[in-house]
């Protein structure tokens, strides 16, 4: 159990035309990483968008990541093994600003050992999204997955990248250290 959790940065959308928001130069000197958040984007689309998280700035084949996830009304569920993925890790969670309320989606991500340089990183998130309190039954989206980056260097940047549109202004996302000592 983490004895100390220290906040290193927060991201917070003041404008409309932002589609990433960079964690840049994490200090090496905790044990763990832990990212919480919330958000929202601005297409029209009515759905529950993705977001993508590449460490590092490496866009190469480097990723592989499994999700289970739910959504609807219980009529939509299954699981996934996504193999060498190119650039990111992909989570669904953020509410495209055509819903009816101001529902951002949640997210949180647990990083072990992010700082060694002797093996690949691992990681744990769960994401969640309700479209609007309308169709709260049918346009619901629940993600947990895990996820592999085989670079083995200390994770120095963390990006969060829209697929589609822009994060809407409010959208806030922290990222935290951890030390087990």
Known sequence: MADATTHIATQTVSGSSTTVLTFGSIPSSYDDLIMIGTGRCD?????ILYMDIVLNSDTGNNYLYGHAY???AGAGY???????VTAQWRT????????SEDNPGAFYMYLPRYSSSSYEKTMLYT????LNAANAG????????????????AVSNIELKMLFGNW???SSYSLYGVSNS
């Open 43 to 47: 297409s029209t689309a009515g759905a």
């Open 70 to 72: 739910a959504y609807g």
């Open 78 to 84: 299954g699981s996934s093994v996504e193999n060498a």
């Open 92 to 99: 669904s969670s953020l509410p495209g600003a055509t819903n």
């Open 127 to 130: 994401s969640g999204a309700v």
């Open 138 to 153: 049918s346009s619901n989206c629940h993600f947990k997955a895990w996820g592999l980056w085989t670079g083995t260097g």
């Open 168 to 170: 809407i202004a409010g």
